[in-house]
């Protein structure tokens, strides 16, 4: 594969992972860094991927830790694996948020599954709780509305990684602002 071929097909496996929810970039781990400093890790799932932007979008409660973290401080990295074959993409870059009053959340709420709704009509993620409740909620989805947020992760750089029995691959990108790519080369893995 050409380095124009690697660059490709990373970003064609995060789009496809979109549509499939068997693929294993279906669900990254996005990393940002709290208040102290210290470097904080969690599972999202993948709702959308622009190979042409190079953004991956992500949906997320506003009232959670990383939602406070990432006000604060954008810089973000997103890492994932992939078995088949065994890649690693490892992205970095900035992340922008939309809150429950902006255009773009109201967007991606309205694509929602209600089962998916139910999902911000909890209590603030973190929060101690008392008991869990009987029976799937009877509140309305507008009631989770309110602090319903959309991420746009948007990278500048992506590091490939592609685990091999002998020969190991790797190539770092490097993207501008408007996705476009400004540099490609093999490192040493
Ligand atoms: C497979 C998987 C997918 C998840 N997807 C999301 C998601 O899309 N958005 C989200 O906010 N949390 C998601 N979570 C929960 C987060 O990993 C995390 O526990 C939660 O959002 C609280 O994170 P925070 O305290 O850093 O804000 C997911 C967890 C798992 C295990």
């Given at each position: 594969m050409t380095l124009a071929e690697v660059d490709a097909s990373a970003w064609a496996e995060l789009e496809?992972?979109?549509?499939?929810p068997q693929s294993a970039f279906r669900y990254l781990n996005l990393c940002s860094v709290d208040a102290g400093g210290r470097p904080q890790a969690r599972m999202v799932v993948l709702r959308r991927a622009d190979a042409a932007r190079r953004s991956l979008e992500i949906h997320t409660d506003v009232r959670s830790p990383k939602w406070q973290e990432i006000s604060a401080n954008p810089s973000v990295a997103i890492l994932g694996f992939g078995p088949q074959p065994r890649v690693q993409l490892r992205l970095q870059g900035s992340a922008e948020l939309y809150g429950p009053a902006s255009q773009r959340?109201?967007?991606?709420?309205?694509?929602?599954?209600p089962s998916t709704r139910r999902t911000y009509m909890g209590g603030p993620p973190g929060d101690d709780i008392e008991e869990w409740p009987a029976s799937e909620g009877t509140v309305a989805d507008a009631d989770g509305r309110a602090f319903f947020g959309v991420l746009i992760f948007r990278a500048e750089t992506l590091d490939w990684f592609q685990l091999r029995h002998a020969d190991n691959r790797r190539a770092v990108f490097a993207y501008d602002n408007l996705g476009a790519l400004t540099s490609s080369r093999w490192v040493h893995p």
């Open positions: 496809g992972a979109t549509a499939d959340a109201a967007e991606a709420w309205s694509l929602l599954p």
